[in-house]
């Protein structure tokens, strides 16, 4: 017979493996650290393996102890939606949201997966755009949530993850080590003459513009295809294609930190829910 798993074993398996040490998860548990590791000792019985490897600073996961904790964490954060989703009130109301076409995918999506299964009665609106016509349209009253790229001190807003812009080529074309190298930019002049075009001039390196388009997708298309390199955050680099380092005679193209606004005059359960919502999904890209 196959073992049954139960949830509360592996809740306080990834507890440990978290933390470190037997003891501090105990403590976080609200448990004494020998219920703890009886717990453990259950566990390993079901499995038929070890699953931790102690040692003087604490504990780390054998090979078996790594095969489980992946799914252990993909249930217990399975339990906790169900529970939160089981617990909240269903919302209504409208909520609108601006976000870069970068996190589209990878962030939006998790995020509204996650909180549409909360709250069906939620009308959604997404605006994709570059930061200055997101953060005009929340001055204007057109959005109630915003997510930008900011290059100084964000002021007011909340900092969701540091993400610079980088030079990106593909693996195959190696159009880099073309001269004068050719780029593919945005239509944007500002930030492109700014940012992009001052790193290539303070590193003394001759450039030609290949390529413009309004969309991130439009560049990560210039460098799969072989046109050009292109400035693109450092976690949207696409398949196929690499940083450009100082190793290479390149380096980062501004140090971007992702910021997330409210509108002041935005209100409502539904926007709060839909604010964590892009939160959490930030916090476990």
Known sequence: MRPTLDSDLLRTFVAIAEAGNFT??????GRTQSAVSMQMKKLEELV????????????????????????????VSLLDETAASMAAPPLGGPVRIGIPEE??????????????????KVEVT?????????????AAGELDLCVVFEWQDPAGGEVLMHDPT??????????????????????????????AIKSLEQRGLAYR???TSDTTGGLKLA???????APISRSNIPDGCRELTSADGFGDIDSSNVVMHRNPN???EAIDGMQEAIREAFVNR
């Open 24 to 29: 501090r998860a105990a403590e976080q548990a």
């Open 266 to 268: 935005a209100s409502g």
């Open 103 to 120: 996190y589209g995918h990878a962030i939006l999506s998790r995020a509204l997966g996650a909180f549409s299964k909360r709250h069906t």
């Open 223 to 229: 460098v799969t295809s072989g046109l050009a390199i």
């Open 166 to 195: 980088v030079w990106v080529t593909s693996t195959l074309h190696h159009m880099h080590e073309e001269r004068p190298v050719p780029i593919a930019l945005y239509n944007r002049v500002s930030w492109c003459k700014d940012f």
């Open 126 to 138: 997404v605006r994709y755009a570059h930061s200055e016509a997101q953060l005009a349209a929340l």
């Open 48 to 75: 038929g393996d070890s699953l931790f490897e102690r040692g003087s600073r604490g504990v780390a996961l054998t090979r078996r102890g790594g095969e489980l904790i992946v799914n252990a964490r993909r249930i």
């Open 209 to 211: 513009v290949a390529y």
